[in-house]
C-alpha cells in the first residue's frame, strides 16, 4: 500500500492519540501501525520515534524483536498455521508441508502476486481443535491434509 | 435469568457506597424474578471455530419467527470448557445440553425442546463407554468431576455485561474489603489461604502482596499476566475473555492491600477476544464507580490500562513483561533485585497471573479457611488445566489439585481416541517435562509435578499416544524455544542453538551415544547458567524425554529407527498386497510418486520421489499403506 507524507502524517496523529502517545504503550501503538498499513514502514517508524521522542533504534529494536511485526508490506490474505504443541502433537507439521506446497512459498514470505503471506505461529489459545490454520483471522480447526487446498482456494 | 436486555435502558450512575452497590444488585436481582427459559450459546473462540456465531444468529432469528424473543433469553456467553464437542448450547432451567450444535439444529431445538417440553435426542452427549445420550450437563463426565469454581460462572454470564456480573455477586469481595478491612487483614487472608501463583513458578501470593507493600516508594504496581505464551495453555485467554470481572476485582483488592494505584493488564495481541472484553469491562467498571477514583466512595483510587504483547514466549516472564510494558525490547534482567522492590519504572511492582487474580474474590468472599479445604498440604485451590492432544474429550478443566492424572486423563478426558495406547502426558509447557504411564496415579500439585522433572506451569496438559515420538518431541520444545530465547545471556542463546544440533541428528539417524551425553552435560550447564527461566528451565523437555524414554532415543541412535515412525530420515513409507488400486492415494501424493498398475493390483510407490509427507497413509481407508 502506497501511502503519502501527508496522509501517514494524519494516520499516525490518531494511531499515537488513541495510545496516549505513551512510550509504554510502543508495543501496542506498534501494532495498530502495522493493523492500519499492513507492514511498519520506514517512514512510519521514524514518526513514531519523533512524536514519542524515543531513539529510532529503540522504535526499531522492539519492531524486530517482536515476531507480530513485519518490516516490509504483506500479501492481501494472511495465512498463519499454529505449530503449537497440541496442534503439533495432531500433525500440525504435514498441515504445514501441505500449505507451503500449495502456496509455493515458505514461513515468513510472500507468494508473487502479493496475494498470500504464509506465518507459522506458536499458539493461538485454541488448542482443542488442533491442527489449526487461520486465514485473515478466520479460524479453521481440526484441519485435515486434504482440507488445506479447499480452504486456499477459497481466496485465490 | 441473565439476559442481554437488562443491561440496556438503566441510567448509569456512579456507586457511591457498598450501600448503592447493594441496591443495585438487588434491583437487578428483582428485574430477573421472573426467571425465563434460557438460551446460552458458547461464544468462546474454540465454539467460534466451529460456527457459533452463526448458531447465535440462527436463534435470534427463529425465535423472533416464532415469536419469542421477549419470552425466552438468549445469551452469547463465555466459554463453557467441552471445546471439542462445540458448538455448545445449554437450555435452562433443566440444564440440558447440546453438543455439536450447527445451524441447521436451531429450528428444531427451538420447536422441541422451548416449545414442547423435549429433548432432541441426537444433539445429546453419548456415553463413550455405554454410547447412552446424556441429558444434562452436571451428568456428563467431563463435566461431573471437575470442581468449576473460577469457571462456573463462564456459561451464565454474557461477558460484556457487567450487570450478570453482579446478579452473581459480583463485587461483593470488593465491596467487603474496601469497608473496613485494612491492607494488611487482606494480605493476611490471603497469606492464611496458601494461594500459590498459578504462572508456573507457584511462589505464595501473599508473600509476594507484603513484600510490594513493605517496599519503598510511593509509586506502586499491580500487572496481570495475560500474556500466555506457553503453547497448549488457554485457560487464562478463557478467563479474560469469559469472565473478566472476575479478574478486575481481584486486581483492585491486590492494589488495595499492596496500597497501588495504577495497574496494568498484559495481554497477547494474539487473543483478540480477551483485549476488547477486558476494555469493556473496565470500561463498565469505571462508570459503575468500581474503577477509577474513590472507589465505592472509599477514598481508594486505582486505575488500569491494557498493554498487548507483541508474541514473544519470553515476556510471559516477569522482568522481560515489565521491559516491554516499558516500551523497551522484551528481554529479562538478572533478579538480585526483586520486582517487588524494582520493577516496572523501577518501581515495586507485584505481578500476578490472570488465574491467580481470579481466585481472589473468591477467597475474600468464601473465607481463607474454605479456600485450604481444596487441594493438597502444599496446594490450595482448584486448577485449570487445558486438555488437549490426543485425549478423547479435549477442552478446559477445572479441577481440585491432588486429583491424579489418570482422573484427568482417563476419567474426564475419556482416555485415548482411536483405540491407541498412552504414552505420556507433558505438562508446564516448554519449561516443563514428559510424564510416562506409570507415574498416571500422581496426585497433580506444585511439588509433585517438580519431583518426577516436569512443573506445574500455567496448566497446559498435552496427551501423547503411541504415534508421537519423544525424541522429536523434545526436538519440537528445543525448536520453538531456539525461536523465542532471547538472545542475551549465552548459555541459553548458544545452549539451544547446539542442542537443537544435537537433536536433529540424532532424528536425522547421524547420531551417537556421545550426542546424548553431551545433550546431557549442556543440560545441567544451562540448567545452572542460564539468566531467566526460559533458559534454565529450557533443558526439562530433553531430561524428562531421556529419563522416562530411554529406549526410543537408543532405538534413534543404535538401531537408526523411530520406533513411533516419526521421524522422516528413519522411515519409509511402502504399499502392501492388501491395495485394491482404489486411487486415492494416488490423487493425494503431491510429487505424483504413486502410480497405478491395473485393475485390483496395487499401486506402485516411486520411493526416490516420495517425500514421506504421509498423504497416501492418512488417505487409505483399508490400512494397505505401511510405515517402516
Known amino acids: 500500500m502506497k501511502v503519502n507524507q501527508r496522509q501517514l502524517k494524519s494516520k499516525m496523529k490518531r494511531i499515537l492519540g488513541r495510545n496516549g502517545s505513551d512510550r509504554g504503550m510502543l508495543v501496542s501503538i506498534l501494532q495498530d501501525t502495522q493493523a492500519e498499513f499492513g507492514y511498519l514502514s520506514r517512514e512510519a517508524i521514524t514518526e513514531i520515534s519523533k512524536q514519542l521522542d524515543v531513539p529510532l533504534s529503540q522504535v526499531y529494536g522492539v519492531a524486530t524483536f517482536f515476531k507480530a511485526f513485519s518490516l516490509t508490506p504483506r500479501g492481501r490474505h494472511q495465512v498463519q498455521v499454529c505449530l503449537g504443541t497440541a496442534c503439533h502433537v495432531r500433525g500440525a507439521e504435514k498441515i504445514?508441508?501441505?500449505?507451503?506446497?500449495?502456496?509455493?512459498?515458505?514461513?515468513?514470505?510472500?507468494?508473487?502476486?502479493?496475494?498470500?503471506?504464509?506465518?507459522?505461529?506458536?499458539?493461538?489459545?485454541?488448542?482443542?481443535?488442533?491442527?489449526?490454520?487461520?486465514?485473515?483471522?478466520?479460524?479453521?480447526?481440526?484441519m485435515k491434509i486434504e482440507a488445506v487446498k479447499p480452504l486456499l482456494d477459497g481466496y485465490k | 435469568m441473565p439476559g442481554e436486555s437488562v443491561s440496556e435502558g438503566r441510567t448509569l450512575k456512579k456507586l457511591r457506597s457498598p450501600r448503592e452497590l447493594e441496591e443495585l444488585r438487588k434491583t437487578i436481582v428483582k428485574e430477573r424474578e421472573v426467571q425465563k427459559p434460557s438460551i446460552s450459546v458458547c461464544a468462546g473462540t474454540g465454539c467460534n471455530t466451529l460456527g457459533s456465531g452463526s448458531v447465535i444468529n440462527?436463534?435470534?432469528?427463529?425465535?423472533?419467527?416464532?415469536?419469542?424473543?421477549?419470552?425466552v433469553d438468549l445469551l452469547a456467553s463465555g466459554c463453557h470448557g467441552f471445546c471439542e464437542r462445540g458448538a455448545l448450547v445449554v437450555i435452562s432451567p433443566q440444564n440440558i445440553f447440546y453438543q455439536r450444535v450447527r445451524e441447521k439444529d436451531v429450528s428444531e431445538i427451538v420447536t422441541k425442546t422451548?416449545?414442547?417440553?423435549?429433548?432432541?435426542?441426537?444433539?445429546?452427549?453419548?456415553?463413550?463407554?455405554?454410547?447412552?445420550?446424556?441429558?444434562?450437563?452436571?451428568?456428563?463426565?467431563?463435566?461431573?468431576?471437575?470442581?468449576?469454581?473460577?469457571?462456573?460462572?463462564?456459561?451464565?454470564?454474557?461477558?460484556?455485561?457487567?450487570?450478570?456480573?453482579?446478579?452473581?455477586?459480583?463485587?461483593?469481595?470488593?465491596?467487603?474489603?474496601?469497608?473496613?478491612?485494612?491492607?494488611?487483614?487482606?494480605?493476611?487472608?490471603?497469606?492464611?489461604?496458601?494461594?500459590?501463583?498459578?504462572?508456573?513458578?507457584?511462589?505464595?501470593?501473599?508473600?509476594?502482596?507484603?513484600?510490594?507493600?513493605?517496599?519503598?516508594?510511593?509509586?506502586?504496581?499491580?500487572?496481570?499476566?495475560?500474556?500466555?505464551?506457553?503453547?497448549?495453555?488457554?485457560?487464562?485467554?478463557?478467563?479474560?475473555?469469559?469472565?473478566?470481572?472476575s479478574v478486575l476485582e481481584g486486581m483492585i483488592i491486590g492494589a488495595y492491600a499492596i496500597g497501588a494505584h495504577e495497574g496494568y493488564i498484559y495481554i497477547r495481541n494474539e487473543y483478540p477476544l480477551a483485549v476488547k472484553n477486558a476494555a469493556t469491562a473496565i470500561k463498565l467498571a469505571e462508570e459503575y464507580g468500581l474503577l477509577g477514583d474513590n472507589i465505592l466512595g472509599s477514598g481508594f483510587d486505582f486505575h488500569v490500562k491494557i498493554s498487548r504483547g507483541g508474541g514473544a514466549f519470553v515476556c510471559g516472564e516477569s522482568t522481560a513483561l515489565m521491559a516491554s510494558l516499558e516500551?523497551?525490547?522484551?528481554?529479562?534482567?538478572?533478579?538480585?533485585?526483586?520486582?517487588?522492590?524494582?520493577?516496572?519504572?523501577?518501581?515495586?511492582?507485584?505481578?500476578?497471573?490472570?488465574?491467580?487474580?481470579?481466585?481472589?474474590?473468591?477467597?475474600?468472599?468464601?473465607?481463607?479457611?474454605?479456600?485450604?479445604?481444596?487441594?493438597?498440604?502444599?496446594?490450595?485451590?482448584?486448577?485449570?488445566?487445558?486438555?488437549?492432544?490426543k485425549v478423547r474429550n479435549t477442552g478446559l478443566v477445572e479441577v481440585p489439585m491432588g486429583?491424579?492424572?489418570?482422573?484427568?486423563?482417563?476419567?474426564?478426558?475419556?482416555?485415548?481416541?482411536?483405540?491407541?495406547?498412552?504414552?505420556?502426558?507433558?505438562t508446564g509447557g516448554p519449561s516443563g517435562g514428559f510424564i510416562p504411564e506409570k507415574l498416571l496415579d500422581l496426585k497433580v500439585d506444585f511439588d509433585e509435578l517438580t519431583r518426577v522433572g516436569s512443573m506445574m506451569g500455567s496448566g497446559a496438559m498435552i496427551v501423547m499416544d503411541e504415534n508421537n515420538c519423544m525424541v522429536d518431541m523434545a526436538k519440537y520444545f528445543i525448536t520453538f524455544l531456539l525461536g523465542e530465547s532471547c538472545g542475551k545471556c549465552l548459555p541459553c542463546r548458544e545452549g539451544l542453538k547446539q542442542m537443537h544440533y544435537l537433536l536433529t541428528r540424532i532424528t536425522d539417524g547421524k547420531g551417537t551415544m556421545a550426542d546424548i551425553e553431551l545433550a546431557e552435560s549442556l543440560s545441567s550447564t544451562m540448567l545452572d547458567t542460564s539468566l531467566c527461566g526460559l533458559g534454565y528451565s529450557?533443558?526439562?523437555?530433553?531430561?524428562?524425554?531421556?529419563?522416562?524414554?530411554?529406549?526410543?532415543?537408543?532405538?534413534?541412535?543404535?538401531?537408526?529407527?523411530?520406533?513411533?515412525?516419526?521421524?522422516?530420515?528413519?522411515?519409509t513409507y511402502n504399499i502392501t498386497e492388501k491395495c485394491p488400486n482404489c486411487g486415492l492415494c494416488v490423487k493425494a501424493c503431491p510429487e505424483k510418486a504413486i502410480t497405478p498398475q491395473g485393475?485390483?493390483?496395487?499401486?506402485?510407490?516411486?520411493?526416490?520421489?516420495?517425500?514421506?509427507?504421509?498423504s497416501c497413509y492418512d488417505v487409505c481407508k483399508l490400512n494397505a499403506v505401511q510405515v517402516k
Open chain 1, 96 to 142: 504445514l508441508d501441505t500449505v507451503k506446497r500449495e502456496l509455493g512459498i515458505k514461513p515468513g514470505e510472500n507468494d508473487k502476486g502479493l496475494n498470500f503471506s504464509l506465518e507459522t505461529v506458536n499458539c493461538v489459545g485454541a488448542c482443542a481443535l488442533g491442527p489449526i490454520v487461520i486465514v485473515d483471522g478466520k479460524y479453521s480447526g481440526e
Open chain 2, 599 to 614: 485393475k485390483k493390483k496395487p499401486v506402485l510407490l516411486d520411493q526416490k520421489k516420495c517425500i514421506k509427507c504421509g
Open chain 2, 114 to 245: 422451548l416449545i414442547e417440553g423435549q429433548v432432541v435426542e441426537h444433539l445429546l452427549y453419548p456415553d463413550p463407554v455405554t454410547g447412552k445420550r446424556i441429558a444434562h450437563e452436571h451428568e456428563v463426565p467431563f463435566y461431573a468431576k471437575q470442581k468449576r469454581l473460577l469457571l462456573e460462572n463462564n456459561s451464565r454470564i454474557n461477558p460484556e455485561s457487567i450487570e450478570d456480573y453482579l446478579y452473581f455477586g459480583g463485587y461483593v469481595a470488593l465491596a467487603k474489603v474496601t469497608s473496613g478491612i485494612t491492607p494488611e487483614a487482606v494480605i493476611e487472608e490471603i497469606k492464611t489461604s496458601g494461594l500459590r501463583g498459578r504462572g508456573g513458578g507457584g511462589f505464595p501470593t501473599g508473600r509476594k502482596w507484603e513484600t510490594t507493600r513493605h517496599a519503598k516508594g510511593d509509586v506502586k504496581y499491580v500487572i496481570c499476566n495475560c500474556d500466555e505464551g506457553d503453547p497448549g495453555a488457554y485457560m487464562d485467554r478463557s478467563l479474560m475473555e469469559s469472565n473478566p470481572h
Open chain 2, 538 to 571: 529450557a533443558p526439562n523437555p530433553v531430561l524428562t524425554s531421556l529419563r522416562y524414554f530411554r529406549d526410543e532415543w537408543l532405538a534413534h541412535v543404535e538401531e537408526k529407527r523411530c520406533p513411533a515412525k516419526v521421524c522422516k530420515e528413519l522411515i
Open chain 2, 403 to 426: 486429583i491424579t492424572l489418570r482422573e484427568i486423563i482417563f476419567d474426564i478426558g475419556g482416555g485415548i481416541p482411536g483405540n491407541k495406547e498412552f504414552k505420556a502426558v507433558q
Open chain 2, 58 to 71: 440462527a436463534f435470534r432469528a427463529e425465535l423472533e419467527k416464532q415469536e419469542l424473543t421477549s419470552k
Open chain 2, 327 to 389: 516500551g523497551k525490547v522484551g528481554e529479562p534482567r538478572a533478579k538480585y533485585v526483586h520486582t517487588s522492590e524494582k520493577g516496572l519504572w523501577d518501581k515495586p511492582s507485584n505481578l500476578n497471573n490472570v488465574e491467580t487474580w481470579a481466585n481472589v474474590p473468591l477467597i475474600i468472599n468464601n473465607g481463607a479457611k474454605w479456600f485450604v479445604g481444596i487441594g493438597t498440604e502444599g496446594s490450595k485451590g482448584t486448577k485449570i488445566f487445558s486438555l488437549v492432544g
